[in-house]
C-alpha cells in the first residue's frame, strides 16, 4: 500500500475535511480526493462519507486510521530525527494571546531553550490562532476556545481569575455604600477594555450581575496590559486577569471594586494538531507548558 496514500488518508481523518488536508499537505483537493478514491478503490470500501462540511469516517476508516496512523506518525518523526546531525536546535512555534504569552507561556518555556529548543510566537485571536495552527503555522497554540473536531487536540492548561479593578480614587469617590449597590453605580464609571465591544466587561457583567453593561468604553486598547497601565492611571475601571493585575494590586496602584462569592472564570487550552506530540521537541514544550501551569 503506497505510504503517501495513506498520509493522505490519516490527515483528511484528522481534519475531517478534505480541503483543510488539501492545505496542510500542499497539496490541491482534487489531488487529496483523487489519492482518498484510489485508496478506497484498493480496499475496495468507502473510506469517508461526504457531507455538507467535510467528511466523516466509516467504521472501517477509523479503523485503518486507528492502526496507521501511529506508525505513520513514528515514520515522519525517524525522517524528521535525521535533520539533527546538520541542525541539532529544533524550533516549536507558539502561537497565543500576547498577554498570556507575555507573562506565562514564554518565561515557562525558557528553561528550555540552550536544551536543543528555539522558540518562535506570534500573537491573535482564538479564531486565528486556530485556523494558523490548523493549516500547520503553529506547533502549538494558547486559546480560551476549546476547538472542535479531530484535527486538533485541546488540554485545559489553566483558569483565569477576572476581577474588576479601578484607582484608588474612583474607589474612595464611590465609596463603600456605593458599591454595594452594584452595576448601577459602578456603570457611572469611565470603561478601559480591549474592544469596542466589551468583551471582558461583558463576561464580568453577566456572570456577577446577570444582566449587559450599560456603559460604554472610554479607552479601547487592545492589549491587557495597556488597559492596566491606562487603569492605574485613573482612566476608568476594568476587568482583569489576576495574574496580570496582581503586583499593581499588591503595589496599590489599583483596588478591587468587588469581590463576588463566586469570581468569573476564564479556562486556557493548550491545543495542537493530533498527532504533532510524536515530534520530541514538541512533546518537550507541551509537558513543560503543563508543568508550569499547575503553579499558576
Wanted: aromatic letters at 4%; a neutral charge.
Amino acid at each position: 500500500m503506497d505510504l503517501a496514500l495513506l498520509r493522505t488518508f490519516v490527515t483528511v481523518h484528522r481534519a475531517g475535511s478534505f480541503t483543510r488536508a488539501a492545505a496542510l499537505l500542499g497539496l490541491s483537493q482534487p489531488a487529496v480526493t483523487g489519492q482518498i478514491r484510489t485508496l478506497e478503490r484498493q480496499l475496495g470500501r468507502p473510506l469517508f462519507l461526504r457531507q455538507a462540511r467535510g467528511v466523516t469516517p466509516t467504521t472501517i476508516g477509523d479503523e485503518l486510521a486507528h492502526r496507521a496512523a501511529p506508525h505513520l506518525d513514528a515514520l515522519l518523526e525517524i525522517a524528521e530525527a535525521g535533520l539533527d546531525d546538520e541542525s541539532p536546535v529544533r524550533t516549536v512555534h507558539l502561537a497565543g494571546p500576547p498577554e498570556f504569552t507575555a507573562l506565562r507561556a514564554l518565561p515557562a518555556l525558557a528553561p528550555l531553550i540552550g536544551r536543543g529548543l528555539a522558540l518562535r510566537t506570534s500573537f491573535g485571536n482564538a479564531e486565528e490562532t486556530l485556523e494558523g495552527l490548523a493549516a500547520g503555522h503553529h506547533d502549538m497554540a494558547i486559546v480560551t476556545a476549546r476547538p472542535r473536531g479531530r484535527l486538533l487536540t485541546p488540554t485545559a492548561l489553566c483558569d483565569e481569575e477576572h476581577v474588576l479593578v479601578a484607582a484608588p480614587r474612583w474607589a474612595s469617590r464611590l465609596g463603600p455604600d456605593a458599591l454595594r449597590k452594584g452595576h448601577v453605580v459602578l456603570e457611572q464609571l469611565p470603561v478601559v477594555e480591549v474592544h469596542e465591544s466589551l468583551p471582558l466587561v461583558s463576561r464580568y457583567w453577566h456572570a456577577v450581575f446577570d444582566s449587559p453593561p450599560a456603559a460604554a468604553g472610554a479607552v479601547i486598547a487592545p492589549d491587557l496590559r495597556a488597559v492596566l497601565e491606562a487603569t492605574a492611571a485613573g482612566a476608568g475601571l476594568a476587568v482583569l486577569p489576576r495574574y496580570l493585575c496582581e503586583d499593581a494590586l499588591a503595589r496599590g496602584r489599583i483596588v478591587t471594586l468587588l469581590d463576588p462569592p463566586v469570581p468569573p472564570l476564564r479556562t486556557y487550552f493548550l491545543v495542537i494538531r493530533t498527532g504533532t506530540l510524536a515530534h520530541p521537541h514538541v512533546a518537550r514544550a507541551h509537558e513543560e507548558l503543563l508543568r508550569a501551569a499547575e503553579g499558576w
